[in-house]
C-alpha cells in the first residue's frame, strides 16, 4: 500500500520483447479509460525492444539498461534506482526475460507483478514453449496469470487469472493470439483493482469500467 494518499499510480514497466500488452495499456491510456495511470517509466534491459519505441511515441520516458558484465543483484540494483528516480509505486513484469533479484523484490514487496501465459501453477517458467506444451498436453482451456513476483520463480500469491477455451483446430500461434487479448484484459483489470485498493478510484469508478 502506498505510504499517503495519492491522486495517481504511478507505474513502471518493465519489458523485454514487442510491447503488445503494453500497447493495450497505452491505447486505454490515450482513449481516457485509466484517467488515473502515470505511466512514468518503460525500462528494457534490450535495447532493439519495440516496447521502448511504442512507449517513447506515447511520450513515455524510457530506458534501456544494459546487464553485460553485471551479476542479476547489480543489474537490479540499478533499476531499482531508476524506479525510485522516476517515482514508480508499482512495477509490471509484461514480456520481462529476466529472473528478478531479492534486491528489486524486497524493495516492491507486494507491488511487483508479472503476467505469464499459462494458467500457474501450470506451465510456470520463461524458457518453455508454453503454447506448444499446453496443446501437446491436450487441455481444454489455456490462459493468462498476473502474479506477485517472489524469489519463487512464477510461483508468487495469484492477484487474476482469465482462463481461454482451446478449439479442436487450436494452433500454437491461435493460442498465443487468444492468451494476449486476455493478457490485455487483465492487465487493464489489474489497474483499476490496484487503483481501488490504493483508494485512488472508488468503486463506483471500478463498476463503470
Same mark, same amino acid.
Given at each position: 500500500?502506498?505510504?499517503?494518499?495519492?491522486?495517481?499510480? +504511478?507505474?513502471?514497466?518493465?519489458?523485454?520483447? +514487442?510491447?503488445?500488452?503494453?500497447?493495450?495499456?497505452?491505447?486505454?491510456?490515450?482513449? #481516457?479509460?485509466?484517467?488515473?495511470?502515470?505511466?512514468?517509466?518503460?525500462?528494457?534491459? +534490450?535495447?532493439?525492444?519495440?516496447?521502448?519505441?511504442?512507449?517513447?511515441?506515447?511520450?513515455?520516458?524510457?530506458?534501456?539498461?544494459?546487464?553485460?558484465?553485471?551479476?542479476?543483484?547489480?543489474?537490479?540494483?540499478?533499476?531499482?534506482?531508476?524506479?525510485?528516480?522516476?517515482?514508480?509505486?508499482?512495477?509490471?513484469?509484461?514480456?520481462?526475460?529476466?529472473?528478478?533479484?531479492?534486491?528489486?523484490?524486497?524493495?516492491?514487496?507486494? +507491488?511487483?507483478?508479472?503476467?505469464?501465459?499459462?494458467?500457474?501453477?501450470?506451465?510456470?517458467?520463461?524458457?518453455?514453449?508454453?503454447? $506448444? $506444451?499446453?496443446?501437446?498436453? #491436450?487441455?481444454?482451456?489455456?490462459?493468462?496469470?498476473?502474479?506477485?513476483?517472489?524469489?519463487?520463480?512464477?510461483?508468487? *500469491?495469484?492477484?487474476?487469472?482469465?482462463?481461454?477455451?482451446?478449439?479442436?483446430?487450436?494452433?500454437?500461434?491461435?493460442?498465443? *493470439?487468444?492468451?494476449?487479448?486476455?493478457?490485455?484484459?487483465?492487465?487493464?483489470?489489474?489497474?483499476?483493482?490496484?487503483?481501488?485498493?490504493?483508494?485512488?478510484?472508488?468503486?463506483?469508478?471500478?463498476?463503470?469500467?
Amino acid at each position: 500500500m502506498l505510504s499517503s494518499p495519492v491522486h495517481s499510480l +504511478r507505474l513502471a514497466v518493465f519489458a523485454s520483447t +514487442r510491447g503488445t500488452d503494453l500497447q493495450a495499456i497505452l491505447d486505454e491510456k490515450k482513449a #481516457g479509460n485509466l484517467p488515473f495511470l502515470d505511466l512514468c517509466l518503460v525500462l528494457s534491459d +534490450r535495447g532493439d525492444s519495440y516496447a521502448l519505441e511504442r512507449a517513447a511515441g506515447a511520450g513515455i520516458t524510457t530506458l534501456f539498461l544494459s546487464a553485460k558484465g553485471k551479476n542479476r543483484s547489480e543489474y537490479d540494483a540499478e533499476c531499482l534506482k531508476a524506479c525510485r528516480r522516476h517515482g514508480a509505486d508499482y512495477i509490471f513484469l509484461i514480456g520481462y526475460m529476466r529472473i528478478v533479484s531479492p534486491v528489486l523484490i524486497e524493495a516492491y514487496r507486494g +507491488r511487483i507483478f508479472n503476467i505469464h501465459p499459462s494458467l500457474l501453477p501450470k506451465y510456470p517458467g520463461m524458457d518453455m514453449k508454453v503454447h $506448444e $506444451e499446453v496443446l501437446r498436453n #491436450g487441455e481444454i482451456e489455456s490462459g493468462c496469470t498476473l502474479h506477485h513476483v517472489t524469489e519463487e520463480l512464477d510461483g508468487g *500469491e495469484i492477484f487474476l487469472q482469465e482462463k481461454v477455451e482451446i478449439s479442436s483446430a487450436e494452433t500454437p500461434d491461435s493460442l498465443k *493470439e487468444k492468451v494476449q487479448l486476455a493478457e490485455q484484459r487483465t492487465l487493464i483489470k489489474a489497474l483499476h483493482m490496484i487503483a481501488l485498493q490504493e483508494k485512488i478510484i472508488s468503486k463506483n469508478e471500478l463498476e463503470k469500467t
